[in-house]
């Protein structure tokens, strides 16, 4: 029950470390850039939006920071993070409404893959250690590990979508010719335009994966209670699971929410590449053009995705190691 | 960018070997200080890993201190004909400016060396610093510098890195340099304090308590002396995640366009949809370089955790044959 | 970091008769876990076999696949390991690890595996209910009791005990002492039992090897090595527990400590230390020499130095193996099995 507990806590404090971020970042760089956002829409915007803004960025203001904080917060909290400048009038909320959808599809899926044919080829590449498999994954995986998304994410547009052709490589669907519903050439369309970027975002994060699970699995593999099982004559999967695998993975899986941050960067970049309209690429929209309202808005949801997965990955923790659940 | 592979979880760098049965060591306990260095320069020689990631890291650094010797023309400017194929006068052809991509490549090496040393150094040392003062100061220091550190561990970066250099009109290669030093220091920093708490049972350490040396003196000369495969791992962590936030960075057009870097290259190659106009090789050549260097700093960090932990070492099986 | 090969187990070699308890001493790094594990064919790379044999009930076990020795291992020949919290699986409740060894060996019934569980459970002194109990819920002397009674699951004619009780405290240590004494009396099983703990040992085994560096230093019936130890290590030992009720004596210990098993020196490994060195101890490897019904690896008791001796030193007999002796145990369904091995750990 302590450990709950104490994870809900950091889950707070976290998240409340990005809501200060999110406050006094455009508040401590030189020159409010707010100012210079709001000037260019000046005239444009009604009192209410006008607002919203100056609690959001805290222009125009003659309350004390103190003040300025709690105000943040209050607008923060009842959802309401102004209007997109960049969509203007629609407001942040909408904008990010539709474009979560494509971002959850592409990552979410791809890191569940991503996930469990990594730490099964790191389980085998280590219980079949000295064997062809182990021979090459270390050095392929360690290479591909090193190498940026957004490249991978070139040069599959350079071999299939430019010179073979096979694949689009723009977009979520074909814009002009496909409306968005419940029909099957749409789903094909989703599809295909899909299988790239998720490839991309497949080859580069599989490789920490596959490493991680080989490393831990070949420390679990020295362990008594492995030799034990040996002794005991228990059949080699077995062994290789339910002894090795189960307490291999533990150390894992706060590992795997960790470098969430990592996967989000990742999908942020290979949105970019292909122009993929997930919420990555709406955020470097949103920067380009200085929308202020739509990145911090933007960040706060990628923060609390995060923290989510966090949760979870202990919520695991805590259904596969029975000391976590009795113990504190 | 992906997490560092490799970096050991609980590390044991006095080089016990994971046996059956601890040998058994004549004469006095060594130092661990004394013998670190040459191990790793030995260990390095044999583990084909970290020959490859040497060679790689020495071409580069060449390529960063004397451009001039290996690309003759200037990268700036633009002087030839734009959208050159490759040939013998330009290596990889020209920009869509009329650049010669060789010279920007070998010149734009200077840029992305300097971040990742500078980036590289300064994180870890900030790592050293507070993980391991939070594993000795314990206490309310240790939760405080513990939640401080995590707290930032999980708060995505790269969105945060893209905020501050978007708010910050994308600034030249010190911003860059500064802005990734401060948010990416937690990851080593942990694993740093996980070590300096194992370590402070040691016997070693008990002993020099029980002499009577200050804290400080402790932990400047008998703790991190044998942290230093973690701490050179940890710098190569951090250099590592440099080379592809900075890169990155630029690619998005945060970091200063006009300077020579292999991310602004893509940021040109890109803009000027270098791909789908038959230019492939402005978009190729700087992120297989930046491919290479980043494989380097990842090689050299897994021969060094594969030498650090001789469990994870090559295992030749063979077969047991006589009866 | 790369020292080279080292030779933890060089020329042991002794039969094992059904139903005898041999006790292994000697101090850390001598190779006695190695030599258990060898026997046990649970070696693991760098370790390896490179030579002898080890034959149990008729069969030779070294070179089997793991699934060859399936049918073997746990049913007839079974291991306890040193300490209980890491040979048991944290994550799986001490039932489940019952079940799964039993099922490994083709017991498939519900009932059948509860009942045997249970059984074997209350023969240590644990009460049943603790099936469902994880490792970590369960106190160290309950953990390794545990283990021992899933080493009895299937009343195997071997039981391989790597310093089962030295994770114990004294209390705790005498009290399975005798436990185990017991079941191998009830139930019939030979046990070969590894301890640096000489004197616990001796209470309770037929005969006693002690090994020093890797090699049998003294190997004979328990009195006569415990009552007059011959080899000057065995002395030493012996002397470095005084009894708690003799007279008072200067406590003395062996000076230096254990050579390089990656440079083992040329003559008698353990010359360095030896109060009653010779010059020629220095140059010249004693073999094995019989000293009564005692084997001593010591040049003391060399034809040419010592009493009466039987000529059998330890050379092997024509027809035989590289190395050493090697016998074929006699069947009746007991454990028979000679270990004549070099066992070398790759560190």
């Known amino acids: 029950m302590r450990f709950a507990l104490r994870r809900l806590g950091f889950f707070v404090i976290t998240l409340w470390a990005a809501l200060t971020l999110n406050f006094l970042l455009p508040r401590l760089m030189p020159g409010n850039p707010a100012l210079a956002m709001l000037s260019k829409f000046h005239g444009q915007l009604g009192p209410g939006t006008l607002h919203a803004l100056e609690v959001l960025f805290g222009v125009n203001t003659q309350k004390g920071i103190v003040a300025q904080y709690f105000s943040y917060l209050h607008q923060v909290f009842t959802g309401n993070f102004g209007p997109s400048l960049d969509f203007y009038p629609e407001s942040v909320t909408s904008v990010i409404g539709s474009a979560i959808w494509w971002t959850v599809g592409l990552v979410g899926v791809t890191t569940v893959l991503a996930f469990i044919l990594g730490t099964g080829l790191g389980i085998l590449s280590a219980w079949r250690r000295g064997g062809r498999l182990d021979s090459v994954v270390p050095p392929v995986f360690v290479i591909t590990s090193a190498i940026p998304y957004f490249w991978v994410g070139m040069v599959l547009v350079l071999i299939f979508g430019i010179t073979l052709g096979w694949l689009p490589t723009q977009g979520g669907y074909y814009v002009s010719t496909d409306t968005p519903g419940l029909n099957l050439t749409f789903f094909q369309d989703v599809l295909s335009h899909a299988f790239l970027p998720a490839i991309t975002l497949l080859i580069t994060t599989i ?21 034990m099982a040996r002794a005991k004559g228990l059949p080699g999967r077995r062994i290789m699971t339910d002894y090795a695998a189960r307490n291999a993975i533990l150390p894992n899986l706060t590992g795997f929410a960790m470098s969430l941050g990592f996967v989000v960067s990742g999908a942020i970049l290979i949105e970019y590449v292909f122009n993929y309209p997930g919420v990555g690429f709406l955020l470097l929209q949103a920067v380009q053009g200085e929308d202020y309202p739509l990145e911090q808005a933007l960040f706060l949801l990628i923060t609390v995705a995060v923290l989510f997965a966090i949760l979870l990955a202990d919520i695991a923790t805590a259904l596969l190691d029975p000391r976590t659940r009795t113990a504190g | 960018m992906s997490l560092p592979i490799g970096m050991p979880t609980a ?15 004549a004469g006095r306990p060594r130092p661990p200080a004394d013998h670190a260095l040459a191990r790793m320069g030995r260990a390095i020689r044999h583990n084909r890993k970290a020959t490859t990631g040497t060679v790689l890291l020495l071409i580069f650094l060449f390529a960063a201190l004397f451009p001039g010797l290996i690309a003759k023309d200037s990268p700036s400017a633009d002087a030839y004909a734009p959208k050159l194929g490759l040939s013998t006068a330009h290596l990889l052809g020209t920009t869509a400016y009329g650049q010669d991509m060789w010279a ?76 990734i030093t401060v948010t ?31 804290r400080l003196y402790i932990i400047v000369v008998e703790v991190i002396p044998t942290m230093t495969s973690l701490i050179v791992a940890s710098f190569l962590t951090n250099a590592l995640y440099a080379v592809l936030f900075a890169s990155s960075l630029q690619f998005i057009g945060l970091g200063d366009p006009n300077t020579q870097s292999w991310g602004t290259m893509l940021y040109w190659a890109q803009n000027n949809a270098a791909l789908q106009t038959g230019q492939p090789m402005w978009a190729l050549a700087p992120g297989a370089c930046i491919a290479a260097l980043g494989a380097a700093f990842a090689l050299l960090n897994y021969a060094f955790d594969e030498i650090g932990n001789p469990a994870l070492r090559p295992v030749r099986r063979k077969r047991v044959t006589r009866a | 970091m790369d020292r080279g090969t080292v030779r933890a187990v060089q020329d042991v070699s002794f039969d094992l008769d059904p139903g005898e308890f041999i ?14 594990f060898a026997i046990a064919q649970l070696l693991v790379p760098p370790a390896e076999i490179t030579g002898g044999s080890v034959t149990f009930q008729g069969r030779s076990l070294v070179g ?10 746990w049913k007839d020949l079974s291991v306890v390991m040193q300490s209980a919290m890491n040979a048991l699986n944290p994550v799986k409740s001490i039932g489940a690890q019952f079940r799964d060894a039993m099922r490994a060996h083709g017991v498939t019934s519900k009932p059948e595996i509860a009942a045997r569980s249970a ?4 023969m240590v002194g644990i009460d049943p209910v603790h099936l469902k109990s994880y490792p970590f819920q369960l106190s160290g002397g309950m953990r390794q009791r545990s283990m021992i009674a899933m080493a009895m699951l299937f009343t195997p ?12 405290d004294v209390v705790a240590q005498r009290s399975l002492m005798v436990q185990i004494k017991e079941l191998q009396e009830r139930l019939g099983f030979a046990i070969i039992f590894v301890t640096h703990d000489m004197s616990l040992v001796s209470h309770f085994s037929d005969r006693l090897m002690v090994m020093y560096a890797g090699q049998v230093a003294e190997f004979g019936p328990t009195r006569e090595v415990f009552d007059a130890p011959r080899h000057p290590y065995s002395i030493g030992l012996l002397e470095a527990f005084p009894s708690i009720r003799g007279p008072r004596l200067p406590l003395t210990g062996i000076p230096g400590s254990p050579p390089d098993l990656a440079r083992p020196p040329a003559g008698c490994r353990f010359a360095p230390r030896c109060p009653k060195v010779m010059d020629e101890c220095r140059t010249t490897s004693p073999a094995l020499y019989q000293a009564g019904r005692v084997q001593v690896r010591c040049l003391l008791h060399s034809p040419d130095h010592g009493p009466d001796q039987n000529l059998r030193n330890g050379t092997p007999p024509p027809g035989s193996a590289t190395g050493s002796v090697n016998t074929v145990a006699a069947g009746g369904g007991a454990a028979g099995s000679v270990a004549t091995e070099e066992g070398s750990g790759d560190e």
């Not at chain 2, 990742?116 to 150094?121: E, K, M, P, S």
């Open chain 1, 207 to 227: 490789g920490t994966w596959i490493l991680t699970m080989r490393n831990t699995m070949i420390t679990t593999l020295a362990e008594d209670y492995v030799r």
């Open chain 2, 11 to 25: 590390p044991d760098t006095t080089g016990q070997a994971a046996g059956t049965e601890p040998g058994p060591v």
């Open chain 2, 104 to 179: 920007q490549l070998v010149y734009g090496t200077r840029n992305v060396m300097i971040i990742a040393f500078v980036v590289g150094l300064a994180a870890t040392g900030i790592a050293v610093l507070i993980g391991v003062a939070a594993a000795y100061l314990g206490g309310l220091w240790d939760g405080s510098l513990s939640l401080l550190t995590d707290v930032l561990l999980v708060i995505p970066l790269f969105p945060l890195l893209i905020i501050i250099a978007g708010y910050a009109h994308g600034g030249g290669t010190l911003v860059l340099i500064l802005v």
């Open chain 2, 184 to 214: 990416s220091w937690s990851y080593t920093a942990r694993q740093l304090r996980s070590q300096a708490l194992s370590l402070r049972h040691r016997d070693f350490l008990e002993a020099a308590r029980v002499r009577g040396e200050r």
């Open chain 3, 23 to 36: 006790g292994v001493v000697g101090e850390s790094g001598c190779g006695k876990s190695t030599l258990l």
């Open chain 3, 64 to 73: 089997l696949t793991d699934r060859q020795l399936a049918a073997v291992r």
């Open chain 3, 119 to 122: 059984e074997v459970l209350r």
């Open chain 3, 157 to 168: 004619d071997l039981v391989i005990m790597d310093e089962p009780t030295s994770a114990l």
